[in-house]
């Protein structure tokens, strides 16, 4: 009778052990967020934390109750479908394709059921990242910059800057569409401003120091660098080469301005990585992408950076210093 009751107490005992493991295997996982980016991993703060900001907004957290998988192609974009088809397969819950279309248009070529949420700097329309901007339809939704409508005021502004130069050069990158779209409508506007333009390309960092020796052999007096990731990514790398070849130079993006370039353009990347972690987030809340518009820039920021300026021995014009946002001393 002994032996039996013994048995029968580790019997249940047993029995209320296996159910603790079951109860557990039976709660919700973790959402995981894919993040990927043609970016360098050095930037993970600058645009984690944006993004972070807007997915908070919206009631989550990372390691609270979300997990994040972070890709980053460093600026090498043939890397983008392999890093996301990993994603894909580790079967994320929502794609963040950050900081570029060739990121974008690798997570959307990647799934047709995961949501993605890009933040790009061009028109998700014409590659076909959305069907609309105000209806995107379909798995994908996002953010965009919008950087080439505003080509020809940066060479409004460049002219200001350097009213004795014949002409410009604009240093493009061929792997990224809206790159090579401002490659065009810089040259299409440069005529009126009284500019003659030539295109470089570059696609690699070492591409970067090649174009730059071939701007500086043409003496055209002015270059445009349009905006891209890989520029991004070599932000210090680009400002030192235009203060080494004595070439003022205008950029999209404040971040360049404020590693050494001279000017600056264009709509914040800190307020697009924002909304992208809310657009996330609600997501992650039950809304579908293809309900959610685009978000397009309400804020532009102009940056200057006078010791670029004292350097390069370019008087900023009094119309420029007022209408700055930011003036780096």
Known sequence: MRSHRIRRRELLALLGGAAWP??????????????????????????????????????????????????????QYDRLPALAADLVRRRVTVLAAVSGTP??????????????VFAIGGDPVTP????????????????????????????????????????VAVLMNPANPPSVLEGKTVPAAAPALGFRSSVFGASTAA????????????????????ADPLFFAQRAKVAALAARHAV??????????????????????????????????RILNGEKPGDLPVVLPTRFELVLNLKAAKALGITVPPTLLAIANDVIE
């Open 207 to 226: 591409q970067i120091e090649e174009a730059f020796a071939a701007i500086a052999r043409q003496q055209l007096g002015a270059l445009y660098v349009s």
């Open 128 to 167: 076909g990242l959305v069907g609309s901007l105000n209806r995107p339809g379909g798995n994908v939704t996002g953010v965009t910059f919008f950087t080439a409508p505003l080509s020809t005021k940066r060479l409004e502004m460049l002219r200001e800057l350097a009213p004795t130069a014949t002409g």
């Open 22 to 75: 079951l109860a557990v295997r039976a709660q919700p996982a973790m959402p995981v967020i894919g993040f990927l980016s043609s970016l360098s991993i050095g930037d993970r703060l600058r645009i984690a934390g944006a993004f972070a900001e807007g997915l908070k907004g919206t009631g989550h957290a990372e390691g609270r109750d979300v997990r994040i998988e972070y890709r980053f192609a460093e600026g």
């Open 103 to 116: 990121a974008a248009l690798a997570a959307k070529a990647a799934t047709s059921t995961i949501p993605v």
């Open 248 to 281: 003022p130079a205008i950029y999209a993006d404040r971040e360049i301005a404020e590693a050494g370039g001279l000017i600056s353009y264009g709509a914040s990347r800190a307020d697009a990585y924002r909304q992208a972690g809310a657009y996330v987030g």
